[in-house]
């Protein structure tokens, strides 16, 4: 890096050498920019280059704040430097000098047009020039300004102008003026009379019209002999045609509106007076009279001059009054009064109150009264045919429409009630009702109570809640949270606490139980609805008892110590399934079970879940599991026992025998296998090989001992497939063109060397390899037929693509394309990087601009060299831009082994030459650097994170299968060390459809092999 030192010399010499020009034009203003001189040394030798600068002025010789800087940086770019010396002009503008010090601050480059800034140091202060000095201090030599003493004048013959460059006056000012202190303005300069004089702390004026203010008592306009027109006092008090104003506004003598009226606060404008006797307020167009009228008695009438209340409104129409509330929450209308609130009489609708909110009120009613018969709505008729109080409710919806025409709520701690109903009639003949709702698909009455203890209806009449519905309807629906959804009380013997006569005669809902019944002597009852049970019920004979009308069958459900016993003529029972799926008999004929269904004939299930069986199902006569074996079977005789899907050993058949687990033969005694047969787990032998498993389509098969192979396998998917139990991996051998395909959710295989401690996982995360081990190519010796070059791609720490060419400067600009696929991997936004380097003369290039799709390089300075360089653009990968760097452990990522390495050192010591160390080595001794290499440093970081050692470290986190006891013949096995059978997980409909495509597939493989063997020889 060059070394840049700058002697700048001092303003006051270089400002002097400018005064003397000056003089030669008195006239001539004297313009803002100056000359600075200084001397540029490199290496202590003066510089014969050219260069680029930056000045700033600072108000502090040290400070780095950007608010210390005064005024803009001004730069000099491409400045000869001769022998050191360099002339520049500065121009910091004419605000930028008030008389404070200030500092320059030089930056430079060069040569120029290429490289950064170098910021010099210390910053060189200004001192002031002569000329500066001569103009503050001399009469002006000739200008426009002199000073007696400490006056200072005008000595142009002309006028002045503030604002304006063409003054009419000898003072003339374009803008505001302001006046601390003084006795006369000349207002027009035409009437030496009307001026204004300070007096005091005011102004008043001499001669007429005049202004008089007083600062702290008045203002006063007086006009002619007519004395004071406008007083205004020290409080805003207003007064006009007087003095002594004793409101905020006091006129003396008429005040007349000739348009627009009058404007009230609320917004509102009068045009026109209003008429009668003073207590009303006619309509805008005069009709009606007496829209609204105020009684001597306070009292208001709307549309009516004689009120009989406070508010007394009449009309007629639609509606008479309208409140409306436009919050989102709140009341439109709130009445409070001890006896009537708000009376509403005439037309069809006394009240009619309508609410847009979804969960508003369009009536809300309270009483607050703590005793006494009070209500919060009390509606009576006196009609034979009305209705005290007609709830509808109206949705065009069907199934999913909750309106409610009525509903009470009853939230007290003890005998609240929601909807109270009372029928006075003492007529036995008549139909009188406390509470009738009628409904053709809704609910006549629904009561609910949010508190226990409370009822959502209570009835207490002939029929306590009596209701009828038709259709789906419910002649009574109670829905409780704690309480009783519907509790029904007669008080006279033969009544009924509920009739119901509906599709459902009574409908129950509750928390706990749907409803509950109860024998009067208490040796029975039932819950309807209670738990996850439809109905429970207990008595002392049995649960429940159900027959058939004829006599024929019968069934006791809770019958002593059976759960149900039932008898009948064809069968003891019969179940069926109401869509005709399933069916099965139960003492039917010589049969105990006669059963059949669309999924299986039967399914037996231990109460634990922990066993179960499939009778019929599907294919199999029986698919059974367990939480020891799928199935037990046992020769009392001989000791022999085969256990089928043995849950401890993991084995689908787990049988023991006193010759052999088990022996296979075939009819004709060609071929045989004995299973655990001595020191053999099999023990097989056949004509054609010691064992062939074959799929039944023929798409797949094995041969075991065939000829010299040990297994041969093959089929139409893979060779071979292996699949972890919990179906998180597989992997596929032989897999179309591929050698081995495998799959997994961490990873898609995983390799461990566990003597140099190397691990690596394949297709981990965003990694293709993931591994604590570098990534290398080997390729053959050139010339030593012993060896092989071994070279590492290089790492770092993102994930980074490059492209790298040579290009041709052309009178000093080259435009290099870097191709099309670069552009479509890596990120255009960030991480781009470009090194240039020349193969020709040329002072240095530098990269004007770069995207991934193109780099333009210059020359610096503004050369025009023809010469060729290479470059060479890095980028970031797209998508990778936030890959983890540091990551969370999972396994432990030593440094590999090197014994390897230092054991082939041993054998053939020619090749440590090769390696990084001592090529690193060599480099520094051809650099003159003869002291001794330092490895210390690295050597700790090396034992922080430490090489791998195979006899202390281990990498094998291989599953190790757990030891058992092996269990002699006959022994009760130890059903507590089995493992829970996984659960049967049937195929959705996406993966059957994936089977079948492959079985498709399978086939069609297995057709184009059976045409390409030779005779169909497998």
């Given amino acids: 890096m060059k070394r840049i030192y700058v002697l700048g010399k001092t303003l006051t010499l270089l400002w002097g050498v400018l005064a003397a020009p000056a003089l030669l034009h008195a006239q001539t203003p004297v313009g803002t920019a100056f ?142 003026v302001r006046i601390s202190s003084g006795s006369i303005l000349s207002l027009d300069g035409s009437a030496v009379e009307n001026y204004l004089e300070h007096v005091g702390d005011g102004l008043s004026t001499i001669g007429t019209p005049g202004l008089t203010i007083r600062g702290d008592e008045f203002v006063s306009v007086s006009c002619g002999p007519g004395g004071e027109v406008i007083h205004i006092d020290e409080y805003g008090i207003v007064g006009i045609g007087m003095d002594n104003p004793s409101s905020t506004l006091d006129v003396n003598g008429r005040v007349e509106s000739s348009s627009g009226g009058f404007r009230f606060p609320d917004g509102t404008t009068q045009t026109t007076a209003a008429s009668g006797d003073g207590h009303s307020l006619d309509a805008a167009d005069g009709d009606p009279v007496d829209a609204l009228y105020v009684d001597n008695d306070g009292d208001v009438g709307i549309g009516t001059p004689s009120p009989s209340y406070p508010l007394h409104v009449e009309g007629a129409g639609s509606g008479i009054a309208y409140v409306r509330n436009n919050g989102a929450s709140g009341t439109a209308l709130r009445a409070k009064a001890s006896e009537t609130a708000v009376s509403a009489e005439g037309g069809t609708i006394g009240l009619d109150a309508f609410v847009e909110a979804p969960d508003g009120y369009a009536v809300y009613a309270f009483n607050e009264g703590v005793s006494g018969n009070s209500y919060g709505v009390f509606a009576e008729t006196a009609s034979p045919d009305g209705t005290g109080v007609y709830g509808r409710a109206y949705d065009s919806s069907l199934f999913d429409s909750t309106n409610i025409g009525v509903h009470g709520r009853a939230d007290g701690d003890a005998y609240a009630t929601g909807v109270y109903g009372e029928a006075t009639n003492t007529n036995p003949d008549g139909i009188t009702y406390g509470v009738r709702g009628v409904s053709a698909e809704g609910t006549g009455v629904r009561g609910e109570n949010q508190a226990t203890g409370n009822y959502g209806c209570l009835g207490r009449d002939n029929a306590g809640v009596h209701g009828s519905g038709a259709g789906y309807d419910t002649g009574v629906r109670g829905s409780s949270a704690n309480g009783n959804g519907v509790s029904g009380d007669n008080q006279t013997s033969g009544n009924y606490g509920i009739l119901g006569s509906a599709q459902y005669g009574v409908e129950g809902h ?81 049969r105990g079970i006669e059963a059949e269904g669309i999924e299986t004939g039967g399914y037996f299930g231990d109460f634990n879940d922990s066993g179960y069986a499939y009778v019929g199902y599907g294919d199999l006569g029986i698919d059974a599991n367990g939480d020891e074996a799928g199935g037990q079977f046992e020769n009392t005789a001989n000791g022999s026992i085969t256990y089928v899907a043995d849950g401890l050993d993991g084995t689908g058949i787990s049988a023991y025998g006193p010759t052999a687990g088990g022996y296979f033969v075939d009819q004709d005694g060609s071929g045989y296998a004995y299973v655990a047969y001595g020191d053999r787990g099999i023990e097989a032998k056949g004509s054609e090989a010691g064992a062939y498993f074959g799929d039944t389509d023929g798409s797949g098969d094995a041969y075991v001992a065939w000829g010299d192979t040990g297994i041969y396998a093959r089929g139409s998917d893979a060779g071979g ?115 240039l380097t020349l193969r020709g003369d040329a002072p240095g290039l530098y990269v004007e601009s770069l995207t991934t799709a193109e780099l333009v390089v210059r020359e610096v300075g503004g050369g025009t060299s023809d010469v060729d360089f290479d470059y060479i653009v890095y980028g970031l990968r797209i998508g990778f831009e936030e890959v983890g760097i540091v990551q969370e452990k999972e396994r432990e990522a030593y440094i590999p082994s090197m014994a390897d390495h230092r054991t082939l050192y041993e054998r053939r010591p020619e090749l440590r030459d090769y390696n990084a160390l001592e090529r690193f080595k060599r480099m520094r001794a051809a650099a003159g650097q003869t002291q001794p290499l330092d490895l210390s440093a690295s050597q700790a970081l090396r034992d922080a994170i430490v ?63 059976a045409t390409s063997q030779n005779g169909g020889e497998r």
């Avoid at 210390?122 to 300004?145: F, H, I, N």
């Avoid at 040579?806 to 435009?815: D, E, F, M, P």
């Fill in 35 to 176: 000359t600075y001189q200084g001397q540029i040394k490199q290496a202590g030798e003066p510089l014969d280059d050219t260069a680029d600068f930056e000045f700033s002025l600072w108000n502090d010789p040290n400070s780095v704040d950007p608010g210390d800087q005064v005024g803009p940086t001004v730069a000099a770019d491409n400045v000869s430097v001769d022998n050191g010396l360099f002339t520049v002009i500065l121009d910091f503008g004419a605000s930028i000098f008030t008389g404070d010090a200030r500092w320059l601050e030089i930056a430079v480059r060069s040569p120029a047009g290429g490289g950064g800034f170098t910021t010099l140091s210390p910053r060189q202060e200004l001192t002031p020039a002569p000329y500066a000095l001569y103009a503050l201090s001399g009469p002006g030599s000739g200008l426009y300004w002199a000073a007696t003493g400490d006056d200072i004048y005008n000595t142009n013959a002309g006028n002045v102008g503030i604002g304006t460059t063409s003054p009419g006056s000898k003072l003339d000012v374009d803008g505001h």
């Fill in 510 to 590: 509750g928390s706990s139980v749907g409803g509950y019944f109860e024998d009067t002597d208490d040796s029975s009852h039932a819950y309807v609805g209670s738990g996850g049970l439809g109905i429970e019920a207990s008595g002392w004979f049995a649960g429940g008892r159900f027959e058939d009308s004829g006599g024929s069958g019968y069934a006791f459900v809770g019958y002593a110590d059976l759960g149900i016993d039932a008898n009948g003529y064809e069968a003891g029972g019969h179940f069926y399934d109401l869509d005709d799926l399933g069916y099965a008999y139960v003492g039917y004929g010589d």
């Fill in 721 to 835: 497939y292996f699949k972890d139990t919990d179906g998180s991996g597989l992997a596929y051998v032989g897999y179309y063109d591929r050698g081995i395909n495998a799959y997994g959710n961490t990873s898609g295989g995983y390799f461990v060397d566990l003597t140099s401690g190397v691990w690596s996982d394949v297709a981990y995360g965003t990694a293709k390899i993931y591994s604590n081990a570098s990534c290398y190519f080997v390729q053959n010796h050139p010339e030593d037929p012993g060896a092989v070059v071994v070279y590492a791609a290089p790492e770092g720490n993102e994930v980074a693509t490059y492209t790298r060419g040579t290009a041709r400067l052309v009178n000093g600009r080259a435009r290099v394309p870097l191709g099309e696929t670069f552009k479509w991997v890596t990120n255009p936004d960030i991480g781009l990087t470009a090194h």
């Fill in 947 to 1009: 090489e791998f050692d195979p006899a202390v470290h281990s990498l094998d986190d291989r599953r190790e299968l757990e030891a058992s006891e092996p269990i002699e013949m006959g022994e009760d096995r130890p059903s507590e060390q089995r493992p829970y059978p996984p659960e049967r997980v049937e195929p959705n409909d996406t993966e059957l459809a994936e089977l079948r495509d492959r079985v498709e597939t399978l086939e069609a493989l297995v057709t184009r092999l």
